[in-house]
């Protein structure tokens, strides 16, 4: 990842031409670096044509980034499973279905929970008569108020479980906890369910189901082995990773431009900073989690994104383009100033910061005013043809075009490159 500054909008490409030609040749293992300005490049410095253009000082919105990258993964992972045990007697979705909350998934029969919570009835129903009898031989005694006691300590217990055994009924129809996307679905028509797991929730890449309905109980390729998982399809996150010189800047808050590779643009902000990193290579990195705001569509789990942290945002600021500004050896920063008639007229100015081709002006500028802008465009003295050199090893190869050999390197003697090398290639 890297800190990066930046502007809120595009900007006209401005040309660079460099003074000197670079041409590197490799042969027999070696790699030769010629480094010289040839005739043609000279030419062409000559030739290149500049254009000059008024351009109005500007406020623009400076911004800050940390830039790095990370993972899509929706917030809410459910792994649900029966609490009681039965035989399955419907499957009502498939992986790949989406679901409301308190959407049917499936059901097991009720003749086992019924017979249980038809038992439970009647412990309790004995418990209450043997309640009632104690009660009614009370003769006032130590030892009457102890038998009292316990068996109202009876009834408690014989209670609960028939309201455990009762509610049992209910869980042998499993719903949905949450909203979202089925992902596994890890049983069928006639299995038998332990009863033993509960539904529970994470977040995160956890991994998700084939997409396929399942053969039975663990007879899956899916990695979660809960009977259902469901994830959140309309709240996601992205779990970043940030160096630890660039992890001060970050904090909590701190709003993120999210972009997928196909080019779509999401937005969210930092919702946890991690305080424990991870070390690769000896490099120390922090889990950053942002959460993506709002409910965009067509996000997917584990989708790759490019992020830029915005740690600091400047608006309003008056700012010309780099290119108009000259500074001098002793540091003193000067533009072009035109006025309406076209006059022109160099007024000293104060910079501050240059991000990408804009540059601050903290005095001498406001505005709307109109500097003058040189803008060099490439020339056609380069359209030369080939020419060949000589280099170690052998071999006649051709040169880039526009390249002179007169500008090689004593040494390198006259006409030839080396064995089955081309020089531009």
Do not use: C, H
């Not at 006209?12 to 300005?37: E, F, K, N």
């Amino acid at each position: 990842m890297k800190i990066a500054k930046r502007i809120k909008r595009m900007r006209p490409r401005t040309w660079v031409i460099a003074g000197a030609a670079a041409v590197v040749i490799v042969g027999g293992g070696v790699t030769w670096a010629v480094l010289g300005t040839s005739s043609a490049s000279a030419s062409a410095e000559a030739q290149r044509a500049s254009t000059s253009q008024s351009v109005a000082a500007s406020l623009e919105t400076l911004e800050k980034t940390v830039d790095t990258s990370g993972t899509l993964t929706p917030t809410v992972q459910e792994d649900v499973d029966f609490a009681v045990a039965g035989t399955v007697t419907a499957v009502n979705v498939q992986a790949g279905q989406t679901v409301a909350a308190g959407d049917v998934l499936a059901a097991v029969d009720t003749l086992t929970v019924q017979a249980e919570a038809l038992s439970a009835q009647a412990t309790l129903a004995k418990a209450a008569a043997t309640l009632a009898s104690a009660e009614a031989d009370d003769d006032g005694t130590d030892e009457s108020a102890a038998t009292i006691a316990a068996d109202a300590a009876a009834v408690a217990v014989a209670q609960a479980a028939s309201d455990k055994a009762t509610a049992a009924i209910a869980d042998a129809t499993l719903v949905a906890p949450v909203a979202g996307l089925v992902t596994a679905v890890n049983l069928e028509v006639g299995d038998t369910t332990s009863g033993s797991a509960s539904s529970s929730s994470g977040s995160g890449s956890t991994a998700s189901g084939t997409g396929a309905t399942g053969t039975g109980t663990g007879s899956t390729s899916t990695a979660s082995t809960a009977a259902f998982t469901i994830v959140s399809t309309d709240s996601w996150e992205v779990s970043l990773s940030v160096g630890e010189t660039d992890v001060a800047n970050v904090a909590a808050g701190d709003q993120v431009e999210l972009s997928t590779d196909d080019g779509d643009s999401i937005f969210g902000t930092v919702s946890e900073v991690g305080l424990l990193p991870s070390t690769t290579s000896g490099a120390a990195a922090y889990p950053v989690t942002v959460a993506v705001t709002g409910s965009p569509e067509g996000l997917y789990d584990g989708t790759s994104v490019t992020a830029s942290i915005v740690y600091e945002r400047r608006t309003d600021v008056l700012t010309v383009p780099s290119a108009a500004v000259t500074t001098d050896a002793d540091g003193a920063s000067t533009v072009t100033l035109v006025d309406a008639d076209g006059n022109e007229t160099t007024t000293t100015v104060t910079v501050g910061e240059t991000v990408g081709t804009l540059t601050e002006i903290t005095e001498g500028l406001a505005e709307g005013d109109l500097v003058k802008v040189t803008v060099f465009t490439p020339g056609s003295g380069n359209s030369g043809t080939g020419g060949t050199g000589t280099f170690p090893g052998g071999g006649t190869g051709t040169l880039p075009e526009g390249f002179d050999p007169s500008q090689l390197p004593s040494g390198f003697g006259g006409g030839q490159a080396p064995t089955g090398q081309t020089g531009g290639n």
